[in-house]
């Protein structure tokens, strides 16, 4: 079955980085378009960065551009968010998510925190 399994989530001061992964499974990878998004209590989930399927083009949401870097690797089929310089408003759970031809599959979530 499918399954897309977050790591790299924590606890960091303000003005640090963290690396997120994604590890997916279950389908072909290299055809899915991956995302990352991020989420509050309260609020609607947000997408904070998104690759091509071939690496070619991405986009971030204004808030994290300059400071967070998606890629994605299709041999090892990951996907991953490097996160610098990171605010307090950056807290959140992240989710992986991959949006095939067919579907669009969730992971379970890792929890970010920034805080002093």
């Known amino acids: 079955q499918v399954q897309l399994v977050e790591s790299g989530g924590g606890f960091v001061l303000p003005g640090g980085s963290l690396r997120l992964s994604c590890k997916a499974s279950?389908?072909?990878?290299?055809?899915?378009?991956m995302s990352w998004y991020r989420q509050v209590p309260g609020r609607e989930r947000e997408r904070v960065a998104v690759?091509?399927?071939?690496?070619?083009?991405?986009n971030y949401v204004a808030s994290v551009k300059g400071r967070f870097t998606i890629s994605r690797d299709d041999d090892k089929n990951m996907v991953s968010l490097q996160m610098d310089n990171l605010k307090p408003e950056d807290t959140a759970t992240y989710y992986c998510n991959a949006a095939t031809p067919l579907d669009h599959y969730w992971g379970q979530g890792t929890q970010v925190t920034v805080a002093s």
């Open positions: 690759i091509q399927t071939d690496g070619g083009w991405t």
């Open positions: 279950g389908f072909t990878f290299k055809n899915a378009q």
